[in-house]
């Protein structure tokens, strides 16, 4: 049984461009949910999809928006990238209380 | 924002010690996660713990609850250079599938 996998593993972008992460979640997992991890600091969470709606949002601007497929995998996708913005993206999958994390992909912004 | 901090930020043992990290937490919870992370990897989740629990074994961790002083600790028992990593507490406030709230983290080295 897979377990949460992301794509792709690294992504070099530069300043106003464009990134779109992509994430499968574990088998039978209907919540997905996506976080940003800066250097030395906690996962900070950005939102969550249930039902290909997005059902919780944490304090992130309108450039961080997201879908979910009816097969439950997702996408982040953050717009006019910044400095600020690099970081290892976690997406995280859950059908209970227990959140299980993919290996994240990590975004540098040049 | 960080719901709280774990204590003590890095933590060096010698194999075959027990290793203690402490974990407080600001508002009201439905339940507690803690995870590890090697090397800026993925996180690895560990053990949850719900509100109307004070205490859960799993091997070689054991993980209490206190909600009245909102805090938690995570024991790992005859610890291995293979624990080596960063432990993370992780908050739920409600019942249902929910964002998790994080703390910041305790680096965890075992030296042989």
């Known amino acids: 049984d897979a377990g949460v996998t992301q794509s792709p593993t690294h992504l070099i972008k530069t300043r106003g461009q464009q990134v779109t992460l992509r994430c499968s979640p574990k088998?039978?997992?209907?919540?997905v949910s996506w976080y940003q991890q800066a250097l030395g600091q906690g996962p900070q969470f950005i939102f969550q999809?249930?039902?290909?709606?997005?059902?919780q949002r944490g304090n992130f601007p309108d450039r961080f928006s997201g879908h979910q497929f009816p097969n439950y995998s997702s996408e982040l996708n953050v717009n006019a990238l910044l400095l600020g913005d690099s970081a290892l993206y976690l997406c995280?999958?859950?059908?209970?209380?227990?959140?299980?994390f993919g290996p994240g992909t990590r975004l540098t912004v040049l | 924002s960080q719901q709280g901090e774990e204590d003590p930020q890095a933590l060096s043992i010698q194999e075959g010690e027990n290793a203690t990290m402490n974990c407080s937490y600001k508002?009201?919870?439905?339940?507690l996660q803690w995870y590890r992370q090697n090397s800026g990897r993925g996180l690895v989740h560990l053990i949850l713990i719900r509100s109307n629990e004070r205490e859960k074994h799993s091997g070689r961790l054991r993980v209490t609850l206190d909600t009245s002083k909102k805090s938690s600790s995570l024991l790992i028992t005859a610890s291995r250079a293979a624990d080596t990593a960063s432990y993370f507490c992780?908050?739920?406030?409600?019942?249902?599938?929910?964002?998790?709230?994080f703390g910041t983290g305790t680096r965890l080295q075992v030296t042989l």
């Open positions: 992780a908050t739920g406030n409600t019942g249902t599938a929910s964002k998790l709230t």
């Open positions: 088998s039978g997992h209907d919540t």
């Open positions: 999809y249930y039902e290909e709606e997005e059902r």
């Open positions: 508002t009201s919870i439905n339940n």
């Open positions: 995280a999958s859950s059908l209970g209380l227990e959140q299980f």
